[in-house]
């Protein structure tokens, strides 16, 4: 057992093996997975385990370079919440129907348990150096 960081093993193993612009969503519990996307399903319950947690434990072993949520998010703490937490990385915006679109292209499509609509996020993999 690993003492920090992620403790899914295959939400780990994703993230070990992810390259530069590669991409990974964290999503809320309804947003649609396309066919042929791998689906994380960490959902247990509404509203756990939340979107902003899961975007915490991804964005810490992942360099992210570029993110992208939908125009449609408003709800403020969400938005405040990826803005924090992505500080100093470009977040960009597109509507949901290209956001869904722009999911066939991911890694995988985290699923979270969280209730709020379009509280979903794009993470592009950037590099070290």
Request: proline share 6%; hydrophobic share 50%.
């Amino acid at each position: 057992m690993r003492d920090s960081g992620l403790w899914h093993p295959r939400l780990a193993a994703l993230v070990a093996g992810m390259g530069h612009g590669d991409t990974i969503v964290i999503a809320d519990a309804g947003l649609p997975i396309p066919a042929g996307v791998e689906a994380v399903q960490l959902a247990v319950a509404r509203g756990v385990p939340g979107f902003l947690p899961v975007l915490d434990a991804v964005a810490a072993e992942l360099i992210v370079e570029e993110a992208t949520t939908a125009e449609e998010l408003t709800d403020a703490g969400i938005l405040a919440g990826v803005r924090d937490r992505l500080a100093g990385i470009p977040v960009k915006t597109t509507s949901h129907e290209s956001l869904k679109l722009a999911c066939r292209e991911a890694c995988a499509v985290v699923r979270t348990g969280e209730a709020t609509p379009f509280a979903n996020v794009i993470l592009r993999a950037g590099v070290p150096f």
